[in-house]
């Protein structure tokens, strides 16, 4: 009997280190310094906030994996590819997104997951930051009227375009130079550039932008992502456009 109960202490000591440690994993993981990239053409852009900024809305931990691992990592595959490719380390990836199927067939899908993680990204932390939310104005208002059946409308819209994405992928709202908008799901780390359309701003619906806050519940951060949406970037994005030189 003393025996079995020793043992049964020793696995319950066990079992609660094991979950202590389990429970502090996320958080050491997401404060550990990414690994260094391979030098090249393409970099990782400064991100214009703390990792923290957009908390309640966007927590720091998941800022943190997605900024530093995952956008890190389409970033070092494409230089890791540049090495012994010109053509890759010759272009922007705006450029190998539009002709992507100029490139030779060995380095399309590598490009096509990579160089469009890398742009989408490049969107994403740009429309987005803190003390941002509410509604647009100005010009984007008036095409979200105009274009897309009003902001509570196009709203909802947005939402529901996020919800049946099957799997990981982004929802896209494209502005052509007319300014005229379009709301555009696409799966994975396709790109709208790939299609040779502009992109007005965007939303990240794979799992690794929202689950250690909302776990299964993209609908949640779907709707708490409008918290952090930076409208007056996305009119300057906009303006861009209408003057033909949004690039990403």
């Given at each position: 009997?003393?025996?079995?109960?020793?043992?049964?202490?020793r696995?319950?000591?066990?079992l609660?280190?094991g979950v202590?440690?389990?429970?502090?994993?996320?958080?050491?993981?997401?404060?550990?310094?990414?690994?260094?990239?391979?030098?090249?053409?393409?970099?990782?852009?400064?991100?214009p906030?703390e990792?923290?900024?957009?908390?309640?809305h966007?927590?720091?931990?998941t800022?943190d994996?997605?900024?530093?691992?995952?956008?890190?990592?389409y970033?070092?595959?494409?230089?890791?590819?540049a090495?012994?490719?010109g053509v890759?380390?010759k272009a922007?990836v705006?450029?190998?997104?539009a002709?992507?199927?100029?490139?030779?067939?060995?380095?399309?899908?590598l490009?096509?997951?990579?160089?469009?993680?890398?742009?989408n990204h490049?969107?994403?932390?740009?429309?987005i930051g803190?003390?941002?939310?509410g509604a647009?104005?100005?010009?984007?208002?008036?095409a979200?009227?105009?274009?897309?059946?009003?902001?509570?409308k196009?709203?909802?819209?947005f939402?529901?375009?996020?919800?049946?994405?099957?799997?990981?992928?982004?929802?896209?709202?494209?502005?052509?130079?007319?300014?005229?908008l379009?709301?555009?799901?696409?799966?994975?780390?396709?790109s709208?550039?790939?299609d040779?359309q502009?992109v007005?701003f965007?939303?990240?619906?794979?799992e690794?932008?929202?689950y250690l806050?909302?776990?299964?519940?993209?609908?949640?951060?779907?709707?708490?992502?409008?918290?952090?949406?930076?409208?007056a970037?996305?009119?300057e994005r906009?303006?861009?456009?209408?003057?033909?030189?949004?690039?990403?």
């Amino acid at each position: 009997m003393t025996a079995a109960f020793t043992i049964s202490r020793r696995s319950l000591f066990a079992l609660s280190a094991g979950v202590a440690l389990v429970a502090s994993a996320p958080k050491v993981w997401a404060q550990a310094a990414a690994p260094a990239a391979p030098a090249g053409p393409f970099s990782l852009p400064k991100r214009p906030y703390e990792a923290n900024a957009l908390e309640p809305h966007i927590d720091a931990a998941t800022m943190d994996i997605h900024y530093n691992r995952h956008h890190a990592a389409y970033v070092a595959a494409l230089n890791g590819a540049a090495k012994d490719n010109g053509v890759i380390a010759k272009a922007t990836v705006g450029e190998l997104l539009a002709d992507l199927n100029q490139l030779p067939e060995s380095l399309r899908t590598l490009v096509r997951n990579n160089g469009g993680g890398h742009a989408n990204h490049m969107m994403f932390w740009e429309v987005i930051g803190p003390n941002a939310g509410g509604a647009p104005g100005g010009e984007v208002a008036a095409a979200i009227t105009r274009d897309l059946g009003g902001f509570d409308k196009f709203k909802a819209d947005f939402e529901a375009a996020g919800l049946r994405v099957f799997g990981s992928g982004w929802v896209f709202v494209t502005v052509d130079k007319a300014g005229k908008l379009s709301l555009l799901p696409r799966p994975n780390q396709d790109s709208p550039v790939m299609d040779k359309q502009m992109v007005l701003f965007g939303n990240d619906v794979w799992e690794h932008a929202y689950y250690l806050k909302y776990q299964n519940r993209r609908v949640d951060y779907l709707k708490a992502w409008w918290n952090v949406v930076n409208w007056a970037k996305i009119e300057e994005r906009y303006a861009a456009a209408k003057a033909g030189k949004l690039a990403i």
